[in-house]
């Protein structure tokens, strides 16, 4: 399963602001990473639309989530509203694709978690029926828009601007996505020297294979020192 994380606006797209100083672009990017790291610690596979502040079109959003080969797409924003008594949490799905509405209620429930009201999972539609956003339309994958509170609420505006609500944010969304997800097929990747299995198995996050190194190095004649002192690992050859 490989998930686009897609934290809305950034570069020259910076105006959704709270009264006190929070920049949605900003927000949401942090809420995004920590949501990456949680699930890349899962063994999921994130890909970003946007990994620090630039701007990235919608059309071009969608294309790399295509390109990236994603199997679901996140798109993570915070709310404004005229009247600052607006407030909660709100996933909006398609109003065609099945496993977007699945999606968005995986997340809407885990989203329960972070102690704001919620909005429920949504739909907005065009005049013509389709879906108005346009990372939900344009999806040839399952597709949701969470927005995660709302920045005009001076109570919710307080949580965001903080790291530790930005982290039950996150959490609650690796948590959706995981249910959503289901049971992974653990990423353990036998390791065989010269066609003999070694006693060590890899771990595949991400596209690189992570083993032990001890054995290994060991299986290939060389001797492995912790050096404690320099917190370091050296690997000798026994040649020299
Ligand atoms: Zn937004």
């Known amino acids: ?52 502040d630039t701007t990235v079109s919608l059309p071009a959003r969608m294309a790399y989530a295509v390109a990236q080969d994603a199997d679901i797409f996140i798109s993570i924003h915070t709310d404004a509203y005229s009247d600052p008594r607006a407030h909660g949490c709100t996933v909006f799905c398609s109003v065609r694709d099945d496993q977007s509405r699945n999606l968005a209620v ?16 949504r739909t907005r539609v065009l ?6 956003y346009y990372v939900i339309r344009e999806a040839r994958m399952p597709s949701v828009l ?7 609420n001076p109570t919710e505006e307080a949580l965001l601007k903080t790291p ?13 996505i995981k ?27 991400g ?13 290939l004649g060389l001797m492995v020192v912790w050096d404690e002192k320099q917190r370091l690992v050296r690997l000798i050859s026994s040649q020299k």
């Open 1 to 52: 399963m490989r998930i686009c994380l897609d934290p809305g606006h950034g570069g020259n797209d910076r105006s959704n602001r709270g009264p006190t100083g929070y920049v949605e672009a900003d927000g949401v990017l942090d809420i995004a990473l920590r949501t990456r790291t949680l699930l890349q610690s899962s063994g999921l596979q994130v890909v970003m639309t946007r990994d620090h």
């Open 106 to 121: 995986a997340i809407e429930q885990a989203l329960r978690n972070v102690g704001r009201p919620s909005r429920g999972v």
């Open 127 to 132: 005049a013509d029926g389709r879906d108005y």
């Open 146 to 152: 969470v927005e995660c509170g709302f920045h005009t």
């Open 164 to 176: 530790e609500f930005r982290q039950l944010i996150a959490i609650a969304l690796a948590d959706g």
């Open 179 to 205: 249910a959503f997800a289901g049971p992974q097929i653990p990423d353990v990747i036998p390791v065989l020297l010269d066609g003999e299995l070694q006693p060590v198995t890899g771990r595949l996050i």
């Open 207 to 219: 596209d690189i294979t992570y083993a032990p190194v001890r054995a290994l190095a060991e299986a």
